[in-house]
């Protein structure tokens, strides 16, 4: 079983519709992460939390919002999504006494139509 | 601003010879460094970090790095490709000044092993 489990791991939707991204893992890391990753653009952090209480915007986090329901599970949802929000997004988690290695999930698919 | 560069959309080399993969960051203090590589349908796989001591850090598959200090660099390394070595391949940064363990990831380079 994955340490990082997405899903859905493909979904396509409509524009303007609400959908959900859910997150869970099993290493015990305490920071989370969701990323997108475009062609050409690498990937782009959208938000972080470094722990339950914690919830920070990341570089592109217009049109998202996150939810972190326990330590071990971090939701992405797009409210009204939208065709350029088409992408592979990725959660990952991180621990300090890993030496932050940031380690991902197998990602989601989402397409918006 | 904090940047990582990976200079190459892709890389062809034929099977059995070396490869290098190039990255170059502009990050101040001492971060950290990181390799990761994406198979297709896939997730990043962890491959290889340099956080401090001997230049050269060997990791997963083979692989290897080595960390140039004064050039910022840290070029991913084989000796001998595989044709099974063909990825998508990131370098990425994690600052440690702020002390916020973000990441700031390469665009990707994709290795293409000929054989």
């Known amino acids: 079983d994955a340490d990082v489990t997405q899903t859905p791991r493909n979904r396509i939707t409509k524009t303007g519709k609400r959908i959900m991204l859910e997150c869970s893992q099993t290493k015990g890391h305490d920071r989370m992460y969701w990323y997108r990753q475009d062609p050409g653009l690498g990937l782009r952090l959208i938000y972080y939390s470094f722990d339950v209480k914690d919830i920070n915007k990341g570089e592109i986090s217009d049109g998202y919002s996150v939810s972190r329901q326990a330590q071990a599970k971090f939701s992405l949802s797009l409210e009204s999504a939208i065709p350029n929000q088409t992408a592979l997004y990725f959660c990952?988690?991180?621990?300090?006494?890993?030496?932050?290695?940031?380690?991902f999930g197998e990602g989601s698919w989402l397409t918006v139509v | 601003a904090q940047s990582v560069a990976q200079p190459e959309d892709q890389v062809n080399v034929a099977e059995g010879n070396p490869l290098t993969v190039k990255c170059t960051y502009s990050?101040?203090?001492?971060?950290?460094l990181f390799w990761y590589v994406q198979y297709p349908n896939r997730g990043l796989q962890f491959l290889l970090k340099y956080i401090t001591g001997d230049n050269l850090v060997k990791g997963s598959y083979g692989f290897e790095a080595e960390f140039n200090k004064s050039q910022t660099s840290f070029h991913l390394k084989k000796p001998s490709a595989l044709v099974s070595d063909s990825a998508l391949y990131f370098c990425a940064v994690s600052p440690t000044t702020s002390g916020t363990y973000k990441y700031i990831f390469g665009t990707g380079t994709r290795l293409k092993v000929l054989a």
């Open positions: 990050v101040s203090g001492n971060p950290y």
């Open positions: 990952a988690t991180s621990d300090k006494t890993t030496g932050n290695t940031i380690y």
